[in-house]
């Protein structure tokens, strides 16, 4: 099975020790992005996987694109062009205090001036056989937004199974308003089979009305993920949901397949590092769909996938298929020998 991710590649700088960019004087460098997140997990599982977009023509783009093949992650999709890439500051959370991201220079990287014509998408999709979308790249640019509607188009045409996630970030849309991105969402939607993101995407973002009967969460989800999922016809729609594990953070999974919805039982979540976690849980789900398990087994080991990469420093990840099975089974132990 072959998984092709269209998305942006990102430079990460990060202050070590958990200080804040005043305190320090020398940062961690990485390249990450949400598709190059996922397909590294996937990688990690055993899968063949490429990522499909635009570096700056220079020792950064080069640099960025060693990293994605360390990662496992093929590169030959990847064009060059320009000089810019995107890159952001990320200050991690300690204890009380939340994480804070810091984007610079994202509209003028290579990728977010790329173009149709940057792309040879018939060959993206005869080369895979999932692609996956974010959803970045739909309020990112007009270049990008038309590159992700053509891919799509063309993917959901050639029978290819298509993965979006609504990854909406307000900060890049702040020149149009509420009508225009429900129109963008509406457009892609009816071209994807596996669809990531929470109850605030239907409800804020494409205006799925909550029942008014219904106060629980869960409850108001598998009403309104139905609504979605027979409006578009989207076969699969997966996610997290945040929230208390007695005095810890805690994070449940859920998936709706078609008329079965599943949510896992809530896991304590140790953070060390936030970022990528969700992209962590969208490769569980992929890779649960991709060997046929059951609607049970694929959530609990996407929601271990995601709990676990919170462990860990860096967006893109790393945990390998082994390690995610035992502890959603709960038999990972404190050291492996």
């Not at 204890?95 to 018939?122: C, I, K, M, Q």
């Amino acid at each position: 099975m072959k998984i092709l991710a269209f998305g942006e590649v990102m430079m990460r700088l990060t202050p070590p020790h958990y200080k804040l960019i005043e305190q320090t004087d020398t940062l961690d460098l990485a390249f990450n992005g949400s598709g190059v997140n996922m397909l590294s997990s996937l990688a990690h599982f055993g899968y063949d996987t490429t990522i499909l977009t635009t570096l700056p023509a220079n020792q950064v783009g080069r640099a960025a694109a060693g990293t994605v093949r360390k990662l496992g992650i093929k590169d030959e999709l990847i064009g060059y062009r320009g000089d810019h890439i995107g890159l952001y500051f990320l200050e991690m959370g300690f204890g009380n205090r939340p994480a804070e991201v810091t984007y610079l220079n994202r509209l003028a990287s290579s990728f977010g001036e790329s173009t149709l014509s940057d792309y040879d998408l018939d060959q993206a999709v005869a080369s895979a056989d999932i692609i996956h979308i974010c959803g970045i790249a739909l309020m990112l640019a007009e270049g990008t937004r038309e590159v992700a509607f053509a891919l799509a188009e063309k993917a959901h045409k050639a029978g290819k199974f298509v993965c979006f996630d609504f990854n909406y970030r307000p900060s890049l849309n702040k020149e149009n308003g509420h009508e225009w991105v429900k129109d963008q969402f509406h457009r892609m939607l009816p071209n994807c089979d596996l669809v990531i993101g929470g109850i605030r995407d239907l409800t804020e973002l494409i205006d799925l009305p909550v029942p008014a009967n219904l106060t629980d969460e869960v409850e108001i989800l598998r009403a309104v993920s139905q609504v979605f999922s027979e409006k578009f016809d989207v076969a699969y729609f997966a996610g997290t949901i945040r929230g208390q594990v007695g005095e810890q953070r805690g994070i449940r999974g859920f998936l709706r397949h078609q008329a079965e919805f599943f949510v896992s039982r809530p896991f304590a979540v140790e953070i060390y590092d936030r970022i990528g976690t969700g992209d962590a849980y969208a490769a569980g789900i992929l890779a649960g769909i991709i060997e046929k398990w059951t609607v049970e087994k694929t959530v609990d080991f996407a929601t271990s996938n995601g709990v676990l990469t919170h462990t860990t420093f860096g967006d893109s990840p790393l945990i390998r298929k082994e390690i995610v099975e035992a502890f959603s089974r709960g038999e990972l132990g404190d050291v492996i020998r």
